[in-house]
């Protein structure tokens, strides 16, 4: 059996999640974000009344035991709304990692950390890319040891969205590095690291292109100590952790892009049913249709993908139905088309909006700077998206 519908909990969410951002996260309100560098603490604790943050996780741990499809959902309606991405980015790192996160924590971490994070008065994020590269995972640096009371970490993390919102609400990160080089990518760990923890150094805040509202930054780990319960799951399945968050979270950018590129082909249909050139409106000249129809039709194929990949998980998780790397592909694929598809509709949106869509009196230029995040790098690089995709549809013995 094929049923494309949501249900009827997913249709009554949509409209309750979407009815909040229309009041409380307009377009004015975006672009005070991204001029100010901040998503004010309202919001987030509003997104946090609203049940949106971290809602994956089950409800004893402050979730709502949303379905993936349901998170999905979310991710595309905060996408249409504040079309930088930012907010979004705020939420589906949480909504990602923090359910990996959750659910190899102990009692210790979700009390101090996890909780108030889903209320919007904490941040957990994750730290995975290193200066000397993010897509080679194996490769990291970051070393874990064990001191008889706990592990002492040395490292450095770098380009790790929302670490001055952490440091700001006591947040922190999962943490990957090696406990046992010589075991390769087997013998990679996970810890969760408070960024306000002795010997936790903030080395920057980048001064990124888009996305402004929420800090990119870096962090040094100088024999940084944490307890023995701070550890995330088994020794020795840090980098296979480290998969599954960022295939959780490929999904959610994803619609978060289909949401952003919405509100674009919103917006510059409204223009051109308005606008006149040549003595009659843009809508009606064919040119401009065309250029219409090739956006639709790209915005409803990536769309299905998404929500389908977005069941898959679900199954996946639920019903053990899909392997991880049957998913993978579908992630892969979804985070290699979403991000290129959203730019490419503002891109040729703005050419429709003419010299008023070069201008920041129209808010497009925030999508363009913000999406340029996903297409270059945030939950990993498009030619990595690739190698999944090749590998689990050519078979592994022909990546050798
Ligand atoms: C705004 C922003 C926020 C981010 N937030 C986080 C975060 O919160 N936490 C975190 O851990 N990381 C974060 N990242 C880092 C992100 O995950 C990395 O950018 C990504 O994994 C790629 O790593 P890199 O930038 O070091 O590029 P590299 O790994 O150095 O790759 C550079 C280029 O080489 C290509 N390449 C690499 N390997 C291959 C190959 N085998 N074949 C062909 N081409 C290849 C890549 O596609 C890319 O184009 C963020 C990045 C950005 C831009």
Same mark, same amino acid.
Not at 25 to 42: A, C, F, G, W, Y
Not at 66 to 89: F, K, M, N, Q, R
């Given at each position: 059996?094929? &049923?494309?519908?949501?249900t009827?909990?997913? %249709?009554?969410?949509?409209? #309750?999640?979407?009815?909040?951002?229309?009041?409380?996260?307009?377009?004015e309100?975006?672009?005070?974000?991204?001029t100010?560098?901040e998503?004010?603490?309202?919001?987030?604790?509003?997104?946090?009344?609203?049940?949106?943050?971290?809602?994956?996780?089950?409800?004893? &741990?402050?979730?709502?035991?949303? %379905?993936? /499809?349901? #998170?999905?959902?979310?991710?595309?309606?905060?996408?249409?709304? &504040?079309?930088?991405?930012?907010?979004?980015v705020?939420?589906l790192?949480?909504?990602?990692?923090?359910y990996?996160?959750?659910?190899?924590?102990?009692?210790?971490?979700?009390?101090?950390?996890?909780?108030?994070?889903?209320?919007?008065?904490?941040?957990?994020?994750i730290? /995975?890319?290193?200066p000397?590269?993010?897509?080679?995972?194996?490769?990291?640096?970051?070393?874990?040891k064990?001191? +008889?009371?706990?592990w002492?970490?040395?490292?450095?993390?770098?380009?790790?969205?929302?670490?001055?919102?952490?440091?700001?609400?006591?947040?922190?990160?999962?943490?990957?590095?090696?406990t046992?080089?010589?075991?390769?990518?087997?013998?990679?760990?996970?810890v969760?690291?408070?960024?306000?923890q002795?010997?936790?150094?903030?080395?920057?805040?980048?001064?990124?292109?888009?996305?402004?509202?929420?800090?990119?930054? +870096?962090? !040094?780990?100088?024999?940084?100590?944490?307890?023995?319960?701070?550890?995330?799951?088994?020794?020795?399945? +840090?980098f296979?952790?480290?998969?599954?968050?960022f295939?959780?979270?490929?999904?959610l950018?994803?619609?978060?892009?289909?949401?952003?590129?919405?509100?674009?082909?919103?917006? +510059?249909?409204?223009?051109? !049913?308005?606008?006149?050139?040549?003595g009659?409106?843009?809508a !009606?000249?064919?040119?401009?249709?065309?250029?219409?129809?090739?956006?639709?039709?790209?915005h409803?194929?990536?769309?299905?993908?998404?929500?389908?990949?977005? $069941?898959?998980?679900?199954?996946k998780?639920?019903?053990?139905?899909?392997? #991880?790397?049957? /998913?993978?592909?579908?992630?892969?694929?979804?985070?290699?088309?979403a991000?290129?598809?959203?730019?490419?509709?503002?891109?040729?949106?703005?050419? $429709?909006l003419?010299?008023?869509?070069?201008?920041?009196?129209?808010?497009?230029?925030?999508?363009?700077?913000?999406?340029?995040s996903?297409?270059?790098?945030?939950?990993? #690089?498009?030619?990595?998206?690739?190698?999944?995709?090749?590998?689990?549809?050519?078979?592994?013995?022909?990546?050798?």
């Amino acid at each position: 059996m094929v &049923d494309f519908s949501f249900t009827e909990e997913q %249709d009554l969410f949509r409209e #309750a999640v979407k009815e909040w951002l229309s009041k409380n996260l307009t377009l004015e309100q975006v672009r005070e974000n991204d001029t100010k560098h901040e998503i004010p603490r309202s919001l987030m604790e509003g997104l946090g009344d609203l049940g949106l943050l971290l809602l994956t996780l089950p409800e004893e &741990d402050g979730g709502s035991d949303a %379905d993936w /499809v349901t #998170a999905t959902i979310g991710a595309e309606e905060l996408g249409y709304a &504040d079309i930088s991405v930012a907010t979004p980015v705020f939420y589906l790192v949480q909504a990602s990692w923090g359910y990996v996160i959750n659910r190899l924590a102990s009692e210790t971490v979700k009390e101090a950390y996890i909780r108030r994070a889903s209320k919007g008065k904490g941040f957990i994020g994750i730290g /995975v890319t290193e200066p000397g590269g993010g897509s080679d995972v194996a490769g990291f640096k970051t070393v874990i040891k064990p001191d +008889g009371k706990g592990w002492v970490i040395n490292g450095e993390k770098c380009y790790i969205s929302g670490t001055a919102e952490a440091a700001e609400m006591n947040g922190g990160y999962f943490v990957s590095g090696y406990t046992d080089r010589a075991a390769g990518h087997r013998g990679m760990s996970a810890v969760f690291v408070p960024i306000n923890q002795e010997g936790v150094e903030i080395t920057k805040r980048f001064e990124n292109m888009g996305r402004m509202a929420i800090s990119t930054g +870096g962090f !040094k780990m100088t024999d940084v100590k944490v307890p023995k319960e701070y550890q995330l799951g088994e020794t020795g399945r +840090g980098f296979y952790y480290t998969m599954e968050g960022f295939d959780a979270a490929r999904v959610l950018v994803s619609a978060s892009c289909i949401g952003a590129a919405q509100r674009c082909l919103e917006i +510059g249909m409204d223009y051109i !049913k308005e606008r006149e050139a040549f003595g009659q409106q843009l809508a !009606k000249y064919q040119g401009i249709q065309f250029d219409l129809a090739d956006m639709a039709a790209h915005h409803e194929a990536i769309k299905s993908l998404v929500y389908r990949t977005a $069941w898959m998980l679900d199954q996946k998780y639920k019903h053990g139905t899909f392997s #991880a790397l049957e /998913v993978s592909k579908y992630l892969g694929m979804c985070k290699y088309l979403a991000p290129h598809h959203a730019l490419d509709t503002f891109r040729r949106v703005m050419y $429709w909006l003419g010299a008023y869509g070069y201008t920041k009196e129209c808010p497009l230029e925030m999508g363009v700077r913000g999406l340029m995040s996903y297409c270059i790098g945030a939950e990993g #690089a498009q030619n990595i998206q690739k190698v999944i995709i090749a590998r689990e549809t050519l078979g592994r013995d022909w990546m050798k």
